[in-house]
């Protein structure tokens, strides 16, 4: 079968001119590569590549996503990314004629390609814009806020202000495309009900997520620490909707309850969004022991969660962060707010602690209380780790991508 994807980021084969390394969906590559029954195309939007190759069976087409000084300037960022799309995807999809088309994300407008094509079209679901800006702001933050940070600079006020009104363009875009397209793919109870109710009649199915196979690997683990010093470990912190304010409020109570403790944060946290919640908080993040330590490698992510005493997701809104799977195939104990899909990741008092969002004490004792009953933290990592491993198996999920692909192409 022929099958085309669209997605937005470039697939890391391509640069790298070898097998995928990248995320989850170069991942899901991987998968399809050792599928022989699956003849595989990736249409992928890029500013820098314009070159076609085919490398190891599989052919790249890059769709030239630039934009010029005006449109950048005066016009909705996601209006021009559905007339840059649709023309070059029309001409693609002529071009290979695939059986089916499998397209990334709501997020993004790639759904409206099933306005130009009869071939069925699936969206596998990631995130979803519609409930992401109804998580947008934590309570004591505002849009405001924003603003206010670039009053004395006239061109960042600018673009802050026209950022928030391509937001909504963007969730326009998807309303749209919730509408067009009937077929998704899925894996959590968060995104079965939201495309029950953002296009009622629609087919869903259920296909896991895949993972950097540095994470499924027989090798290294989380073992229980005999350390007396409680490391916690977070991933991802770059906007408000992850969480950074109720990190540090956590953060803060540890101190003030005179916790020995570290909080060290892999990823990359937005300056303006550092700035913003270290003013409204009134203290800093590394007065507090959080460490903000940038980008990080999958193999520093695997010593970095094997040497913590347990991960820590602080997020308003998700569906099924990778970070949270990721630390589970390691057998490492989570606690979590409980938004979006985690619940369907993370069993409460099975695999881990789930609380609410925005409440930084009870989060603050459920890390206390877990570090203290070793016993808990031994059973959350051995449930966690096999459930994971059992979720994310390769071939688990080939054969549930698979069937998804043949019931579209046979009806």
């Not at 599989?58 to 630039?66: A, E, F, G, K, N």
């Not at 499998?102 to 306005?115: D, K, M, N, R």
């Not at 296009?199 to 620490?225: I, Q």
Request: aromatic share 10%.
């Amino acid at each position: 079968m022929k099958v085309l994807w669209f997605e937005v980021t470039v697939p890391s084969a391509y640069f790298s001119g070898g097998a995928p390394i990248g995320g989850w969906q170069d991942s899901l590559e991987r998968i399809v590569r050792h599928s022989p029954e699956i003849e595989l195309t990736i249409a992928f939007m890029s500013d820098r590549h314009h070159e076609v190759r085919t490398i190891a069976g599989v052919t790249y087409v890059p769709i030239d996503s630039t934009s010029s000084c005006y449109e950048r300037y005066f016009r909705h960022k996601w209006d021009i990314f559905v007339e840059r799309l649709l023309p070059t995807a029309k001409t693609i999809i002529e071009k290979y004629k695939p059986d089916l088309i499998h397209v990334f994300g709501t997020e993004w407008p790639f759904g409206q390609i099933a306005s130009v094509t009869d071939v069925p079209v699936v969206i596998h679901i990631m995130g979803a814009i519609i409930p992401y800006m109804n998580s947008d702001y934590p309570p004591g933050y505002s849009r405001l806020d924003i603003f206010k940070q670039h009053l004395c600079n006239p061109k960042r006020l600018y673009f802050s202000v026209k950022n928030s009104k391509d937001g909504v363009n963007r969730r326009d875009w998807e309303y749209k495309t919730w509408g067009l397209v009937s077929n998704y793919m899925g894996r959590t109870q968060w995104d079965k009900s939201l495309s029950s109710v953002l296009h009622p009649g629609r087919r869903y199915f259920h296909v896991e997520e895949a993972l950097r196979d540095v994470f499924n690997a027989d090798g290294k683990k989380w073992n229980l620490s005999a350390g007396t010093r409680l490391k916690l470990l977070s991933i991802g912190c770059k906007s408000l909707l992850k969480g950074p304010d109720i990190m540090l409020k956590v953060a803060r109570i540890l101190k003030d309850l005179g916790i020995d403790f570290e909080w060290n944060v892999a990823g990359v946290m937005n300056k303006d969004v550092k700035k913003l919640v270290e003013h409204k908080e009134h203290c800093h993040f590394e007065d507090c022991n959080v460490h903000i330590l940038g980008y990080r490698g999958p193999d520093e992510l695997v010593d970095l969660l094997c040497n913590c005493t347990m991960y820590v997701h602080t997020a308003y809104i998700e569906n099924s962060p990778n970070s949270i799977c990721e630390a589970q195939c390691l057998g490492v104990p989570v606690v979590s707010t409980n938004v979006g899909g985690i619940a369907s990741l993370v069993r409460n008092d099975v695999d881990g602690v789930l609380v609410a969002s925005n409440d930084p004490w009870q989060m603050a004792d459920a890390i206390l209380q877990l570090f203290k009953d070793k016993d808990r933290m031994v059973r959350y990592s051995e449930n966690s780790r096999q459930f994971a491993l059992s979720r994310h198996d390769d071939e688990n999920i080939r054969k549930q991508l698979l069937n998804c692909y043949h019931t579209l192409i046979n009806n």
